[in-house]
């Protein structure tokens, strides 16, 4: 970019807005985050374990399908706290940004101004509702690299990038495994691009794809992660799992309504722009990875961000025919440093907000004033912090745990729906436990029940309230 002119600061100030924004909107705390990290305690104490010992329930079988994410949060926040997640969180934007450039680069012939502002536009979009302290975040990286590097490859059959591959399926497999079959879904479009145009590199990948499969196998559950999506998910969670829901416009939950627009502008703005600009041509390869990235995302929400990572950068091979001239538009070279001074100086004033739990006050206040003997009920989105704490909760976020197929011996997660629904014999399933607190919300019939047997409330907030039996 050093060469480039005469607009090369108005290129810098679009790769920091990604970093300004993140800045501004910090990232999204979420339930999850918390069982991730005492997993990663965990794991360092005792190494990878094979039976749960987080929740209430003896013997149930478990696979950490995401070990060495866990590790690294809790290293990052046991040492630098809610900023260490704020500037991992920037890292990888940064990261992100720097690879969509350089593949929209290797699309559009180097242009500098349209690769950057479509990174720009990727990255933002990425972080309004995607970037958070999670696994997820390595899984698009090695997304994002395995786009670039097939894209390499397509330029140039003769390039050692490929042999990357394997080592990308090795970190992506003990980081998130419950993706990793994402990478080959990825390499597929390439792959058949080039059968289509009867290219006798594709047995070359193909190769690579079986090495990539057999390196799989090297992490501490070994086969247990390679098929974990397959032999943990069962299809009843996509009813109560945020992430799993599937795209609705029409949905009467706020968020899905809103992530469901969202996906639905950025689809038809990209429809809208190879329609309008015909001039580009549209490879076989990238049209296969948008029509099953858009599927992916169709499925569930959680998809959306890989729907993303597949077809904005693509649009550079399609614009890369626009001329952009963008000279007398903007102010003058020294003026440019003014601005980037001021963002920068807001990155510094704009803090990242703390991690939060909607339960936290209750459950600091339990560790305040009990030992962890107790017996506590909590749902779906409440578990997580209080084992967090150091109890041993009824249910938490970890879904796959809590089903028969996974855990290998009983069904808690229906179980624990109903009780929440429609709170079937509750009595009975009180002593079943011999539960001794228990954190309810307020909406459901469940603390109308214990409201109404006089049961001793102890803590009560706005949504919930813990009642000691």
């Known amino acids: 970019m050093?060469?480039?002119?005469?607009?090369?600061?108005?290129?810098?100030?679009y790769a920091i807005v990604p970093l300004i924004i993140n800045a501004i909107l910090s990232y999204s705390s979420n339930e999850?985050?918390?069982?991730?990290?005492?997993?990663?305690?965990?794991?360092?104490?005792?190494?990878?374990?094979?039976t749960d010992i987080l929740s209430i329930h003896s013997g149930l079988h478990i696979v950490i399908q995401q070990g060495f994410s866990n590790v690294i949060f809790y290293l990052i926040y046991k040492y630098l706290g809610d900023y260490g997640f704020f500037l991992l969180c920037e890292v990888f934007i940064a990261l992100y940004l720097f690879i969509i450039y350089k593949i929209c680069m290797l699309l559009s012939n180097k242009k500098v101004f349209l690769s950057m502002l479509i990174a720009c536009i990727t990255c933002t979009l990425l972080e309004i509702n995607f970037i958070t302290p999670r696994p997820q975040i390595f899984t698009f990286l090695n997304l994002l690299l395995i786009i670039y590097i097939m894209e390499v490859f397509y330029s140039n059959n003769k390039t050692k990038l490929i042999y990357f591959l394997p080592l990308i399926s090795l970190i992506q497999i003990n980081l998130h495994a419950s993706l990793w079959y994402y990478l080959f879904l990825f390499i597929l479009p390439y792959i058949t691009d080039l059968i289509i145009r009867k290219n006798k590199s594709c047995f070359k990948i193909i190769g690579i794809m079986i090495v990539m499969f057999l390196v799989g196998f090297i992490n501490p559950y070994t086969y247990e992660n390679v098929f974990f999506p397959f032999t943990t998910y069962d299809p009843i969670i996509n009813e109560y799992i945020y992430e799993l829901y599937p795209i609705n416009i029409v949905s009467s939950e706020p968020p899905i309504l809103a992530i469901s627009v969202f996906?639905?502008?950025?689809?038809?703005?990209?429809?809208?722009?190879?329609?309008?600009y015909k001039k580009g041509k549209l490879e076989?390869?990238?049209l296969f990875l948008c029509l099953g990235t858009t599927v992916l995302a169709f499925a569930n929400v959680r998809n959306i961000p890989v729907f993303l990572i597949a077809t904005l950068p693509l649009l550079a091979n399609y614009l890369k025919t626009m001329k952009f001239s963008v000279t007398n538009y903007y102010i003058e070279t020294k003026k440019y440093w003014i601005v980037l001074i001021i963002l920068i100086l807001l990155v510094a004033y704009f803090h990242p907000s703390r991690l939060e739990s909607e339960v936290k006050n209750g459950g600091d206040y339990l560790k305040n004033n009990y030992n962890q003997d107790i017996v506590v009920y909590t749902n779906l989105d409440y578990g997580s912090y209080i084992e967090y704490l150091g109890f041993h909760s009824y249910f938490d976020t970890r879904a796959e745990v809590f089903l028969k197929k996974a855990n290998k011996k009983e069904d808690i997660f229906l179980e624990a729906m109903k009780i929440e629904k429609s709170c079937i014999d509750y009595k009975n399933f009180?002593?079943?436990?011999?539960?001794?607190h228990m954190?309810?919300?307020k909406d459901t019939c469940l603390y109308y029940y214990l409201k109404n047997d006089n049961t001793k409330i102890v803590f009560n907030d706005k949504k919930y309230a813990i009642f000691e039996l």
């Open 2 to 13: 050093k060469n480039y002119k005469p607009n090369k600061y108005i290129c810098y100030l």
């Open 439 to 441: 954190i309810v919300y």
């Open 263 to 276: 996906f639905f502008v950025v689809l038809v703005s990209e429809l809208l722009i190879y329609i309008y």
């Open 284 to 286: 076989l390869r990238h």
């Open 430 to 436: 009180i002593k079943k436990y011999k539960f001794t």
């Open 32 to 50: 999850d985050i918390w069982y991730i990290m005492k997993y990663g305690e965990i794991i360092l104490q005792k190494g990878f374990i094979h």
